[in-house]
């Protein structure tokens, strides 16, 4: 069977190269005689692949020992809990950004652990933009968005200047485009984007800022300085997922790192959204100006044409088209592993719905 072109918005397509790489260390990792999938975390041999995961992050991102790289389990919804468990001080407040289905999941369980006050929000136009405009005071323990929208399709294009902690969910968009990422004092973000397969969580965090919210005896798995401590082993960790991450990172940066990427990316989104912008049968859900490089939510306007549009498209060899079911349509994301190609023919089969 031929390979699809792979629009699914996660877990979602990898660079062949790593399915390739992975494979063969599922039957034999490293020449040792063994499967990655049954070595100890605690060899050598997986020890330099954590080594290595957590060090490629910062340079690609171009930080400093001020910050840790951690690999934890759990997925972004974890850290919806940890990032308020370690961050939010006892009486004190947090500012969130309300953006979408996820920015609102993060506000949910914040709210379990403190005072969060919500400074700008467009859940009343169904997501469809990003508020501006919003003010952050040092009043705050510190301040959350998320980067990018899988379901409504919408991006963060600048961040605001605060007098507080930043922090960032950029599971879809992480390793996309450049960004100054020391502006952040703590960045999270599920592999199963442009990183790596599910089952791994990645966070760097500025090591200053933690042990601060005059929480005693913590939970020890929520406390990322525990994580720290014992080098993202505070538990076993996820082997097979991290070591793919490792290779997915290893393939971005001998191909031109975040740079090189960011321009095959705004190559991509400009070939969809040229499409969608001069074809009458398609419109997007979201404002021109806060549209999504990675997630390309958009809508058929003529019922009519969706049998016969749902069908060239699937015999075209394209998969993970069908939009999110909170919000219907059809959903192109654009990840880093996904060539121009596999867009230009999903663009020539919306030519020719006549």
Same mark, same amino acid.
């Given at each position: 069977?031929?390979?699809k072109?792979? %629009?699914?918005?996660g877990?979602c397509i990898?660079p062949?190269?790593?399915f390739q790489?992975s ?8 020449g040792?005689?063994l499967?990655?999938?049954e ?14 995961a957590?060090?490629?992050?910062k340079r690609?991102m171009?930080l ?5 790289v951690?690999y ?7 850290q919806?809990?940890?990032v ?5 001080k006892?009486?004190?407040k947090?500012?969130y ?5 996820w920015? #609102?999941? #993060?506000?949910k ?5 403190g005072?969060?006050?919500v ?5 009343e136009?169904?997501?469809s933009?990003?508020?501006k ?6 009043d ?7 980067? @990018? ?19 960032c969910?950029?599971s879809?968009?992480?390793?996309s485009?450049?960004?100054? %990422?020391?502006? %952040?004092d ?6 199963q984007k442009?990183?790596?397969p599910?089952g791994?969580t990645?966070v760097?965090?500025?090591k200053?800022?933690?042990?601060k919210t005059?929480?005693?005896n ?10 720290i ?13 991290v070591?793919?991450?490792l290779?997915?990172l290893?393939y971005?940066e001998?191909?031109?790192?975040i ?5 095959? @990316?705004? #190559?991509k989104?400009k ?5 969608i912008?001069?074809?009458?049968l398609?419109?997007? %859900?979201?404002v021109?100006?806060d549209?999504?490089?990675m ?6 306007l003529?019922e009519?044409?969706k049998e016969?549009f749902?069908? #060239?498209?699937k015999?075209?060899g394209?998969?993970?088209?069908n939009g999110?079911?909170?919000?219907g349509?059809?959903r192109?994301?654009?990840y880093n592993?996904?060539p121009?190609e ?6 020539d089969?919306?030519k020719?719905?006549k």
């Amino acid at each position: 069977m031929s390979k699809k072109h792979n %629009f699914s918005a996660g877990p979602c397509i990898l660079p062949q190269e790593v399915f390739q790489q992975s494979s063969e260390a599922i039957l034999d990792f490293n020449g040792i005689g063994l499967s990655i999938l049954e070595i100890s975390h605690r060899s050598k041999d997986f020890v330099a692949v954590m080594d290595e995961a957590r060090a490629i992050v910062k340079r690609l991102m171009n930080l400093g020992d001020e910050y840790e790289v951690l690999y934890l389990g759990g997925g972004a919804s974890l850290q919806f809990a940890m990032v308020p468990y370690n961050l939010l001080k006892t009486g004190g407040k947090a500012a969130y950004l309300d953006t979408g289905t996820w920015s #609102a999941g #993060a506000i949910k369980e914040a709210k379990k652990l403190g005072t969060v006050d919500v400074i700008a929000s467009s859940k009343e136009d169904n997501y469809s933009y990003i508020p501006k405009g919003y003010t952050v005071s040092s009043d705050y323990d510190y301040f959350h968005c998320t980067s @990018n929208n899988t379901i409504y399709g919408t991006q963060m294009k600048s961040f605001p200047e605060v007098d507080t902690l930043m922090v960032c969910d950029m599971s879809s968009d992480i390793f996309s485009r450049q960004l100054d %990422f020391s502006k %952040f004092d703590l960045i999270y973000a599920g592999a199963q984007k442009n990183m790596g397969p599910a089952g791994v969580t990645l966070v760097v965090v500025k090591k200053e800022i933690l042990g601060k919210t005059g929480r005693e005896n913590m939970l020890s798995y929520l406390d990322y300085s525990q994580h720290i401590n014992k080098e993202s082993m505070y538990n076993t960790p996820p082997v097979f997922p991290v070591y793919a991450s490792l290779l997915t990172l290893q393939y971005l940066e001998k191909n031109g790192g975040i740079a090189a990427a960011e321009e095959r @990316n705004e #190559a991509k989104a400009k070939l969809l959204y040229e499409e969608i912008d001069s074809n009458p049968l398609f419109e997007t %859900f979201c404002v021109k100006e806060d549209r999504s490089l990675m997630n390309v939510s958009f809508k058929l306007l003529d019922e009519s044409k969706k049998e016969e549009f749902d069908n #060239a498209w699937k015999a075209a060899g394209i998969n993970g088209l069908n939009g999110h079911r909170s919000l219907g349509g059809y959903r192109a994301s654009l990840y880093n592993a996904l060539p121009i190609e596999s867009v230009q023919v999903l663009v020539d089969v919306m030519k020719s719905i006549k």
